[in-house]
Protein backbone atom coordinates (compact mmCIF):
# COMPACT_ATOMS: atom_id res chain seq x y z
CA UNK A 1 0.00 0.00 0.00
CA UNK A 2 1.85 3.29 -1.14
CA UNK A 3 1.66 6.55 1.14
CA UNK A 4 -1.47 7.66 -1.23
CA UNK A 5 -3.61 4.89 -0.41
CA UNK A 6 -2.52 4.97 3.23
CA UNK A 7 -3.89 8.85 2.92
CA UNK A 8 -7.21 7.21 1.36
CA UNK A 9 -7.81 4.31 3.45
CA UNK A 10 -7.38 7.34 7.05
CA UNK A 11 -9.70 9.71 5.05
CA UNK A 12 -12.28 7.37 4.42
CA UNK A 13 -12.03 5.76 8.20
CA UNK A 14 -12.16 9.04 9.53
CA UNK A 15 -15.40 10.19 7.30
CA UNK A 16 -17.21 6.70 8.97
CA UNK A 17 -19.11 7.02 12.35
CA UNK A 18 -16.79 6.62 14.95
CA UNK A 19 -16.41 3.33 15.35
CA UNK A 20 -12.20 2.44 16.61
CA UNK A 21 -9.29 4.42 17.25
CA UNK A 22 -7.20 4.75 14.32
CA UNK A 23 -3.18 3.65 14.71
CA UNK A 24 -0.58 4.29 12.33
CA UNK A 25 1.89 1.71 12.57
CA UNK A 26 5.63 1.58 10.99
CA UNK A 27 8.96 1.63 11.72
CA UNK A 28 10.74 5.08 11.76
CA UNK A 29 10.88 7.42 8.77
CA UNK A 30 7.96 6.26 6.77
CA UNK A 31 5.96 9.10 6.63
CA UNK A 32 3.48 9.02 9.48
CA UNK A 33 3.87 12.97 10.91
CA UNK A 34 3.75 13.58 7.19
CA UNK A 35 0.59 11.61 6.68
CA UNK A 36 -1.08 13.32 9.64
CA UNK A 37 -0.21 16.73 8.63
CA UNK A 38 -1.70 16.43 4.91
CA UNK A 39 -4.89 15.21 6.69
CA UNK A 40 -5.06 18.18 9.05
CA UNK A 41 -4.53 20.19 6.09
CA UNK A 42 -7.51 18.85 4.26
CA UNK A 43 -9.70 18.56 7.25
CA UNK A 44 -13.00 20.33 7.36
CA UNK A 45 -14.15 19.85 10.76
CA UNK A 46 -11.90 20.70 14.01
CA UNK A 47 -8.78 18.97 14.75
CA UNK A 48 -6.51 18.67 16.86
CA UNK A 49 -2.73 17.74 17.02
CA UNK A 50 -0.57 16.61 19.88
CA UNK A 51 3.05 14.96 20.08
CA UNK A 52 4.82 14.02 22.75
CA UNK A 53 8.09 13.67 21.20
CA UNK A 54 9.40 16.76 23.19
CA UNK A 55 12.22 17.76 25.50
CA UNK A 56 10.47 17.39 28.25
CA UNK A 57 8.21 14.06 29.13
CA UNK A 58 4.80 14.50 28.86
CA UNK A 59 1.81 13.19 31.24
CA UNK A 60 -0.99 11.41 31.99
CA UNK A 61 -2.24 15.14 32.91
CA UNK A 62 -1.18 16.10 29.75
CA UNK A 63 -2.55 14.22 27.44
CA UNK A 64 -5.92 14.41 29.57
CA UNK A 65 -5.58 18.29 28.70
CA UNK A 66 -5.40 18.13 25.03
CA UNK A 67 -7.98 15.47 25.23
CA UNK A 68 -10.46 17.84 27.04
CA UNK A 69 -9.78 20.47 24.54
CA UNK A 70 -10.70 18.02 21.69
CA UNK A 71 -13.61 16.76 23.75
CA UNK A 72 -15.43 20.44 24.20
CA UNK A 73 -14.83 21.10 19.97
CA UNK A 74 -16.88 18.18 19.62
CA UNK A 75 -19.49 19.15 21.60
CA UNK A 76 -20.24 22.44 19.77
CA UNK A 77 -19.57 21.23 16.10
CA UNK A 78 -21.87 18.93 14.10
CA UNK A 79 -19.81 17.01 12.57
CA UNK A 80 -17.35 15.90 15.64
CA UNK A 81 -14.03 16.35 16.13
CA UNK A 82 -11.04 14.48 15.67
CA UNK A 83 -8.04 14.35 17.44
CA UNK A 84 -4.37 13.26 16.94
CA UNK A 85 -1.44 12.22 19.49
CA UNK A 86 2.01 11.63 17.29
CA UNK A 87 4.78 9.63 19.54
CA UNK A 88 2.06 8.31 21.53
CA UNK A 89 4.20 5.58 23.22
CA UNK A 90 7.08 8.43 24.87
CA UNK A 91 3.72 8.66 27.09
CA UNK A 92 4.03 6.58 30.28
CA UNK A 93 0.58 4.45 30.88
CA UNK A 94 -0.68 6.09 27.82
CA UNK A 95 -2.66 2.86 26.81
CA UNK A 96 -4.39 2.68 30.22
CA UNK A 97 -5.06 6.58 30.12
CA UNK A 98 -6.32 6.31 26.11
CA UNK A 99 -8.46 3.59 26.93
CA UNK A 100 -10.38 5.36 29.80
CA UNK A 101 -10.79 8.32 27.81
CA UNK A 102 -12.24 6.80 24.72
CA UNK A 103 -14.49 4.50 26.79
CA UNK A 104 -15.63 7.93 29.00
CA UNK A 105 -16.65 9.24 25.42
CA UNK A 106 -18.10 5.78 23.71
CA UNK A 107 -20.79 5.83 27.05
CA UNK A 108 -22.03 9.34 26.43
CA UNK A 109 -21.82 9.24 22.35
CA UNK A 110 -19.73 12.11 21.91
CA UNK A 111 -18.41 12.19 18.36
CA UNK A 112 -14.45 12.68 19.03
CA UNK A 113 -12.30 10.42 16.78
CA UNK A 114 -8.89 9.77 17.51
CA UNK A 115 -5.98 8.61 16.02
CA UNK A 116 -2.57 7.24 17.41
CA UNK A 117 0.74 7.06 16.02
CA UNK A 118 3.60 5.76 17.27
CA UNK A 119 7.92 5.25 16.34
CA UNK A 120 8.32 2.26 18.72
CA UNK A 121 6.43 -0.71 17.45
CA UNK A 122 7.29 -3.00 20.40
CA UNK A 123 5.74 -0.26 23.07
CA UNK A 124 2.95 0.46 20.36
CA UNK A 125 2.11 -3.37 20.37
CA UNK A 126 2.05 -4.15 24.03
CA UNK A 127 0.23 -1.34 24.96
CA UNK A 128 -2.60 -2.19 22.25
CA UNK A 129 -2.54 -5.75 23.44
CA UNK A 130 -2.75 -5.43 26.65
CA UNK A 131 -5.09 -2.50 27.04
CA UNK A 132 -6.68 -1.84 23.93
CA UNK A 133 -8.33 -4.65 22.88
CA UNK A 134 -11.62 -4.61 20.69
CA UNK A 135 -11.19 -0.66 20.41
CA UNK A 136 -8.46 -0.16 17.26
CA UNK A 137 -7.76 -0.97 14.02
CA UNK A 138 -4.19 -0.39 11.67
CA UNK A 139 -3.16 1.22 9.11
CA UNK A 140 0.42 -0.27 8.48
CA UNK A 141 2.75 1.69 7.33
CA UNK A 142 5.95 0.09 5.99
CA UNK A 143 9.73 1.21 4.72
CA UNK A 144 9.04 3.08 1.57
CA UNK A 145 9.18 0.77 -1.91
CA UNK A 146 10.83 1.24 -5.23
CA UNK A 147 7.86 2.99 -6.90
CA UNK A 148 7.72 5.53 -4.12
CA UNK A 149 11.26 6.96 -4.01
CA UNK A 150 11.23 6.92 -7.68
CA UNK A 151 8.34 9.51 -7.54
CA UNK A 152 9.60 11.69 -5.32
CA UNK A 153 13.24 11.68 -5.62
CA UNK A 154 13.48 10.20 -8.94
CA UNK A 155 15.75 7.25 -7.86
CA UNK A 156 16.96 4.80 -10.31
CA UNK A 157 16.29 1.27 -9.68
CA UNK A 158 20.13 0.82 -9.10
CA UNK A 159 20.23 3.37 -6.96
CA UNK A 160 17.13 2.28 -4.82
CA UNK A 161 19.32 -1.00 -4.80
CA UNK A 162 21.97 0.63 -2.77
CA UNK A 163 20.23 3.51 -1.07
CA UNK A 164 17.13 1.91 0.27
CA UNK A 165 13.87 3.52 0.96
CA UNK A 166 14.54 5.91 3.47
CA UNK A 167 12.96 9.25 2.65
CA UNK A 168 14.81 11.11 5.05
CA UNK A 169 18.41 10.22 3.39
CA UNK A 170 17.50 10.79 0.13
CA UNK A 171 18.45 14.50 -0.19
CA UNK A 172 22.32 12.98 1.08
CA UNK A 173 22.96 11.24 -2.04
CA UNK A 174 25.65 12.81 -3.62
CA UNK A 175 27.57 13.24 -0.05
CA UNK A 176 27.94 9.00 0.60
CA UNK A 177 29.81 9.94 3.97
CA UNK A 178 26.62 12.41 5.19
CA UNK A 179 24.38 9.82 3.81
CA UNK A 180 25.98 6.58 5.58
CA UNK A 181 26.30 8.37 9.02
CA UNK A 182 22.97 9.24 8.96
CA UNK A 183 21.34 5.92 8.46
CA UNK A 184 23.48 4.29 10.97
CA UNK A 185 23.44 6.91 13.94
CA UNK A 186 19.57 8.85 13.36
CA UNK A 187 18.08 5.03 12.08
CA UNK A 188 20.06 2.17 12.85
CA UNK A 189 21.10 3.39 16.43
CA UNK A 190 17.78 5.38 17.52
CA UNK A 191 16.17 2.55 16.66
CA UNK A 192 17.87 -0.21 18.40
CA UNK A 193 18.60 2.05 21.55
CA UNK A 194 14.68 3.73 22.14
CA UNK A 195 12.53 1.10 20.54
CA UNK A 196 14.20 -2.01 21.31
CA UNK A 197 16.27 -1.41 24.69
CA UNK A 198 14.79 1.31 26.31
CA UNK A 199 11.20 -0.51 25.59
CA UNK A 200 11.68 -4.36 26.37
CA UNK A 201 13.97 -6.32 28.18
CA UNK A 202 17.33 -7.56 26.75
CA UNK A 203 20.00 -9.25 28.98
CA UNK A 204 22.53 -8.83 26.35
CA UNK A 205 22.43 -5.84 24.29
CA UNK A 206 25.60 -6.32 22.84
CA UNK A 207 24.36 -9.65 21.50
CA UNK A 208 21.77 -8.22 20.07
CA UNK A 209 23.55 -5.05 18.76
CA UNK A 210 26.12 -7.95 16.62
CA UNK A 211 23.05 -9.92 15.62
CA UNK A 212 21.71 -7.12 13.44
CA UNK A 213 24.89 -6.07 12.11
CA UNK A 214 25.09 -10.30 11.16
CA UNK A 215 22.11 -10.31 9.44
CA UNK A 216 22.85 -7.31 8.00
CA UNK A 217 25.87 -9.17 6.30
CA UNK A 218 23.98 -12.90 5.65
CA UNK A 219 20.91 -11.20 4.07
CA UNK A 220 19.42 -13.15 2.10
CA UNK A 221 20.91 -16.31 3.31
CA UNK A 222 19.53 -19.65 5.18
CA UNK A 223 21.75 -19.51 8.49
CA UNK A 224 21.29 -22.11 11.39
CA UNK A 225 20.69 -20.63 15.03
CA UNK A 226 23.98 -22.52 16.28
CA UNK A 227 25.84 -21.02 12.92
CA UNK A 228 25.03 -17.74 14.21
CA UNK A 229 26.15 -18.42 17.91
CA UNK A 230 29.65 -19.60 16.47
CA UNK A 231 29.69 -16.28 14.15
CA UNK A 232 28.69 -14.18 17.31
CA UNK A 233 31.67 -16.02 19.17
CA UNK A 234 28.46 -16.06 21.48
CA UNK A 235 27.46 -18.91 24.60
CA UNK A 236 24.09 -17.73 24.06
CA UNK A 237 21.16 -20.17 22.97
CA UNK A 238 19.18 -20.57 20.64
CA UNK A 239 15.85 -19.42 21.67
CA UNK A 240 17.51 -16.17 22.68
CA UNK A 241 18.75 -15.27 19.27
CA UNK A 242 15.20 -16.24 17.78
CA UNK A 243 13.50 -13.91 20.14
CA UNK A 244 16.28 -11.21 19.65
CA UNK A 245 15.30 -11.55 15.64
CA UNK A 246 11.58 -11.34 16.46
CA UNK A 247 12.73 -7.93 18.31
CA UNK A 248 14.56 -6.37 15.72
CA UNK A 249 11.82 -7.60 13.01
CA UNK A 250 9.23 -5.45 14.91
CA UNK A 251 11.28 -2.51 14.99
CA UNK A 252 11.61 -2.25 11.53
CA UNK A 253 15.06 -3.75 11.02
CA UNK A 254 15.56 -6.92 9.99
CA UNK A 255 14.02 -10.30 10.48
CA UNK A 256 14.16 -14.18 9.88
CA UNK A 257 11.96 -15.56 7.31
CA UNK A 258 10.84 -19.33 8.35
CA UNK A 259 10.94 -22.35 6.14
CA UNK A 260 7.71 -23.23 4.73
CA UNK A 261 6.52 -26.85 5.24
CA UNK A 262 2.91 -26.87 5.69
CA UNK A 263 3.43 -26.95 9.32
CA UNK A 264 3.37 -24.08 11.81
CA UNK A 265 5.86 -26.15 14.42
CA UNK A 266 7.92 -26.90 11.88
CA UNK A 267 8.44 -23.77 10.02
CA UNK A 268 8.95 -22.13 13.29
CA UNK A 269 12.13 -24.59 14.02
CA UNK A 270 13.94 -24.65 11.22
CA UNK A 271 16.90 -22.14 10.07
CA UNK A 272 15.74 -18.96 9.41
CA UNK A 273 16.47 -16.98 6.14
CA UNK A 274 17.91 -13.74 7.30
CA UNK A 275 16.43 -10.19 5.34
CA UNK A 276 16.55 -6.75 6.06
CA UNK A 277 13.86 -4.69 5.53
CA UNK A 278 14.87 -1.85 3.83
CA UNK A 279 18.54 -2.21 2.09
CA UNK A 280 20.40 0.58 2.92
CA UNK A 281 20.58 -1.27 6.42
CA UNK A 282 22.95 -3.85 3.95
CA UNK A 283 24.80 -0.57 2.36
CA UNK A 284 25.50 1.63 5.76
CA UNK A 285 27.27 -1.35 6.85
CA UNK A 286 29.75 -2.06 3.66
CA UNK A 287 32.82 -1.05 2.50
CA UNK A 288 31.61 -0.87 -0.97
CA UNK A 289 30.26 2.73 -2.24
CA UNK A 290 27.66 2.65 -4.98
CA UNK A 291 29.74 2.27 -7.95
CA UNK A 292 31.82 -0.29 -6.51
CA UNK A 293 29.03 -2.22 -5.43
CA UNK A 294 27.36 -1.91 -8.81
CA UNK A 295 30.48 -3.27 -10.14
CA UNK A 296 30.39 -6.50 -7.62
CA UNK A 297 28.42 -9.33 -9.26
CA UNK A 298 28.07 -10.88 -5.92
CA UNK A 299 27.27 -8.06 -3.48
CA UNK A 300 24.60 -6.35 -6.18
CA UNK A 301 23.20 -9.79 -6.37
CA UNK A 302 22.50 -9.99 -2.75
CA UNK A 303 21.00 -6.60 -2.87
CA UNK A 304 18.56 -7.73 -5.21
CA UNK A 305 17.26 -10.57 -3.55
CA UNK A 306 17.02 -8.61 -0.38
CA UNK A 307 14.93 -5.82 -2.25
CA UNK A 308 12.90 -8.40 -3.67
CA UNK A 309 12.52 -9.47 -0.13
CA UNK A 310 11.82 -6.46 1.54
CA UNK A 311 9.35 -5.56 -1.07
CA UNK A 312 7.04 -8.86 -0.30
CA UNK A 313 7.43 -7.85 3.60
CA UNK A 314 6.96 -4.45 3.58
CA UNK A 315 3.99 -4.30 1.13
CA UNK A 316 2.25 -7.95 1.74
CA UNK A 317 1.78 -7.36 5.81
CA UNK A 318 -1.47 -4.82 5.34
CA UNK A 319 -2.90 -7.29 3.33
CA UNK A 320 -2.27 -10.55 5.40
CA UNK A 321 0.19 -12.29 3.49
CA UNK A 322 3.05 -14.62 5.14
CA UNK A 323 6.37 -14.92 3.54
CA UNK A 324 8.57 -18.19 3.68
CA UNK A 325 11.49 -19.44 1.91
CA UNK A 326 11.30 -23.28 1.66
CA UNK A 327 14.68 -25.89 0.88
CA UNK A 328 14.63 -29.59 0.64
CA UNK A 329 18.45 -30.68 0.47
CA UNK A 330 20.21 -28.99 -2.11
CA UNK A 331 17.03 -27.37 -3.86
CA UNK A 332 15.24 -24.03 -2.86
CA UNK A 333 12.73 -21.46 -3.58
CA UNK A 334 13.36 -18.06 -2.57
CA UNK A 335 9.94 -16.80 -1.70
CA UNK A 336 7.14 -18.51 -0.97
CA UNK A 337 4.07 -16.20 -0.45
CA UNK A 338 0.90 -17.44 1.59
CA UNK A 339 -3.00 -15.95 1.59
CA UNK A 340 -5.65 -17.42 2.51
CA UNK A 341 -4.13 -21.17 2.09
CA UNK A 342 -3.19 -20.25 -1.66
CA UNK A 343 0.33 -20.17 -2.26
CA UNK A 344 2.69 -18.08 -4.55
CA UNK A 345 6.50 -19.49 -4.94
CA UNK A 346 8.95 -16.77 -6.19
CA UNK A 347 12.83 -17.12 -7.53
CA UNK A 348 14.87 -14.48 -7.78
CA UNK A 349 17.52 -14.38 -10.69
CA UNK A 350 20.56 -11.47 -10.57
CA UNK A 351 22.60 -13.35 -13.33
CA UNK A 352 25.34 -13.81 -10.60
CA UNK A 353 23.74 -16.81 -8.98
CA UNK A 354 26.69 -19.43 -8.38
CA UNK A 355 25.94 -23.15 -7.70
CA UNK A 356 22.00 -22.75 -8.90
CA UNK A 357 21.12 -24.05 -12.87
CA UNK A 358 19.98 -20.51 -13.74
CA UNK A 359 17.56 -22.30 -16.50
CA UNK A 360 15.83 -25.43 -14.97
CA UNK A 361 15.03 -24.09 -11.47
CA UNK A 362 14.77 -27.47 -10.10
CA UNK A 363 13.58 -25.92 -6.80
CA UNK A 364 10.75 -24.88 -8.28
CA UNK A 365 9.49 -27.87 -10.08
CA UNK A 366 9.86 -29.42 -6.66
CA UNK A 367 8.64 -27.30 -4.82
CA UNK A 368 5.21 -27.67 -7.60
CA UNK A 369 5.28 -31.29 -7.45
CA UNK A 370 4.92 -30.90 -3.34
CA UNK A 371 2.57 -27.62 -2.76
CA UNK A 372 0.96 -26.85 -6.13
CA UNK A 373 1.18 -23.03 -6.12
CA UNK A 374 -1.01 -21.12 -7.55
CA UNK A 375 1.69 -19.30 -9.29
CA UNK A 376 5.32 -19.66 -9.88
CA UNK A 377 7.19 -16.21 -10.67
CA UNK A 378 10.78 -15.65 -12.06
CA UNK A 379 11.80 -12.22 -11.06
CA UNK A 380 14.97 -10.98 -13.15
CA UNK A 381 16.24 -12.06 -16.55
CA UNK A 382 14.03 -14.42 -18.60
CA UNK A 383 11.25 -13.76 -16.07
CA UNK A 384 9.76 -10.26 -14.42
CA UNK A 385 11.81 -7.14 -14.98
CA UNK A 386 13.27 -6.80 -11.37
CA UNK A 387 12.15 -2.57 -11.86
CA UNK A 388 8.50 -3.93 -12.29
CA UNK A 389 8.15 -6.48 -10.03
CA UNK A 390 9.53 -3.99 -7.31
CA UNK A 391 6.39 -2.29 -8.64
CA UNK A 392 4.04 -4.28 -8.20
CA UNK A 393 1.77 -4.97 -4.88
CA UNK A 394 2.44 -8.93 -3.65
CA UNK A 395 -1.29 -8.73 -3.20
CA UNK A 396 -1.39 -9.09 -7.27
CA UNK A 397 -0.27 -12.23 -7.31
CA UNK A 398 -3.26 -13.98 -5.94
CA UNK A 399 -5.53 -12.38 -8.07
Known sequence: MNKRSQFQVLQSRLAEPRRFIQILAG?????????????????????????????????????????????????????GAILFFDEIQKLPRWAETVKGLWDADSFSALPLKVV?????????????????AGRFETIFMPHWGFAEMQAAFGL???????????????PLLAEPNRWRAYINDSLIETSIARDILLMTRV??????????????????????????????????NTT?????????????????????????????ASSPKLQVLNTALITAQAQLYYEQALADPIFLG?????????HLLNDGEAAGIKVYYWREQNRE????????????????????????EST????????????????????????????????IPPRTWFD
Open 302 to 310: RLTESAVGA
Open 240 to 268: TLAHYLDLLGMAGLVTGLQKFSGGKIRSR
Open 156 to 170: SLEQFLYYGGYPGAA
Open 27 to 79: PRQVGKTTLIRQYIAEAECPVFYASADLPTMQSESWLMQHWETARTAARQDPG
Open 360 to 391: TLPGMKSFTRAFAPRKVLLVGPDGIRLGDFLQ
Open 203 to 236: DKPALLRRLFYLACTYSGQILSYQKMLGQLQDAG
Open 333 to 356: VDFVLELRGELVAIEVKSGNRQGR
Open 116 to 132: LSGSSPLLMQKGLGESM
